[in-house]
């Protein structure tokens, strides 16, 4: 781990599961950060994900990897009376907590803010919800799928008309509000440069997919007039679609009111700019989906690579549909660092998505495969100050176990 990174000495206890709040930690330690990642003897239940469909079945552990690389692993039953001593050394060594245990159950753990505020004062106490702190429904377990997606709206507006809710892609709120939990982090980290003071900082799945799909919900605020669901066929703005090219592949096309002239041209269709059916603007509305039958056939008659020399010839906003299996060797993401090195994972799992930050003429650390469960609780314990008399007792009490390492 790097000795001169932007967060070098910063000292994290990461107590959260699944995806947002240790990718939060991720980033952290992205850029130098010391990451304990505390989970149950058992191991946390993202160790298991790649083996639970619809998530991409894999031999390897990827998602564990994903979202817990570079950190120490421990193993801590917090059930046992004898772990809050441990947790109360981990506070107290720690620059930043982070937590997303449901409230009730955080509770009967005493690992609320008012429980460990105070061992540190200076503690960052970084918390993330399903559904915010308040309300009918703050006790509520959250998933991306529930609270980001299906509960701020963005479930019901990415869907052509007609057509069901579908299931969304698995992490992409989590991921987003991680970026946003770091970004609290972050922000407390700089007031307790000034102020000396901690901070309990907080988000939710469900803030955070409101304030994804804002534009609309902003929209709603003002009683503004919806379109209804996006048809491909029938949309509200032919310029602004998606179309198939000969080759089958989709692509979306965002065809801004200064590039119209442009884009006539260049697809051979300069007649569509006087045709008396889309000159007008209240007949172009009446007739949008006749635009977009003649643009499918326009589109369809050409492979994206056409396309994409077109579009980029006039500096027109579009973008190909590509799988994940495309998009792994896609040589944009390659020149930009987005896919890095992992070292020590073994098996086939050779890489890693980069956090989505970069500080220019600072080297990120190098990614290095998360940690087998409790891999590293001897360690742990003696840098708080455990002796080897106090690890063998907190064994037999059963809070730090003795756990058979996975594979992962």
């Known amino acids: 781990m790097a000795s001169d990174n932007i967060f070098s000495g910063l000292k994290v206890v990461d107590m959260a599961s699944f995806i947002a709040g240790p990718s939060a930690a991720v980033i952290l330690s992205d ?45 801590l039953d917090l059930k046992s009376p004898s772990a809050h001593q441990v947790l109360e050394k981990l506070v107290k060594w720690a620059d930043v907590l982070i937590v997303n245990t449901p409230h009730p159950a955080r509770a009967r753990l005493k690992l609320e803010y008012q429980d ?78 000034r102020t000396g003071e901690g901070a309990h900082v ?37 310029a602004m679609n998606v179309y198939r090219a000969a080759d089958d ?8 009111s200064d590039k ?11 007649d569509l700019l006087t045709d008396p059916r889309f000159s007008d603007p209240v007949k172009l509305m009446a007739n949008m989906p006749q635009l977009t039958s003649i643009l499918d056939d326009v589109f369809g008659a050409q492979p994206m690579e056409h396309w994409h020399n077109v579009f980029r010839g006039i500096h027109v906003t579009f973008g190909a549909v590509r799988d994940p299996r495309e998009v792994i060797n896609d040589p944009q ?13 073994g098996g086939k799992l050779t890489s890693t998505i980069s956090s989505p930050l970069h500080v220019h003429g600072v080297t990120k650390v190098s990614a290095k495969r998360a940690p087998r469960i409790g ?34």
């Open 31 to 75: 850029f130098g950060a010391d990451v304990i990642k505390v989970e149950p003897p058992s191991g946390e239940l993202w160790r298991h994900a790649h083996n639970a469909p619809p998530q991409p079945v894999a031999e390897d552990a990827y998602p564990w990897h994903l979202n817990n690389r570079n950190k120490r692993g421990m193993a």
């Open 116 to 193: 460990v505020l105070p061992w540190n004062p200076r503690l960052i106490y970084a918390d993330v919800t399903g559904f915010g702190e308040n309300g009918p429904d703050a006790d509520l377990p959250g998933f991306d799928i529930t609270s980001y997606w299906a509960r701020s709206g963005l479930l019901s507006m990415t869907r052509d008309a007609g057509a069901p809710p579908t299931w969304p892609v698995a992490g992409s709120g989590d991921n987003a509000t991680a970026v946003g939990l770091y970004s609290a982090i972050v922000t407390a980290l700089y007031r307790r440069e």
């Open 202 to 238: 907080t988000t939710s799945l469900l803030a955070e997919g409101i304030w994804s799909a804002s534009v609309s919900i902003q929209a709603a605020l003002c009683d503004a007039k919806f379109f209804g669901q996006h048809d491909r066929k029938n949309p509200a703005n032919a």
């Open 249 to 256: 592949t989709w692509f979306v096309l965002v065809v801004t």
């Open 260 to 270: 119209l002239e442009a884009v006539a041209k260049a697809i051979g269709r300069p």
């Open 333 to 345: 993401i390659q020149a930009n660092n987005i896919i890095v090195p992992l070292e020590g994972a």
């Open 375 to 408: 891999e590293h609780n001897e360690e742990i314990l003696r840098q708080l100050g455990f002796s080897a008399t106090d690890i063998e007792g907190l064994r037999a009490s059963g809070a730090v176990p003795q756990v058979k390492e996975p594979a992962v």
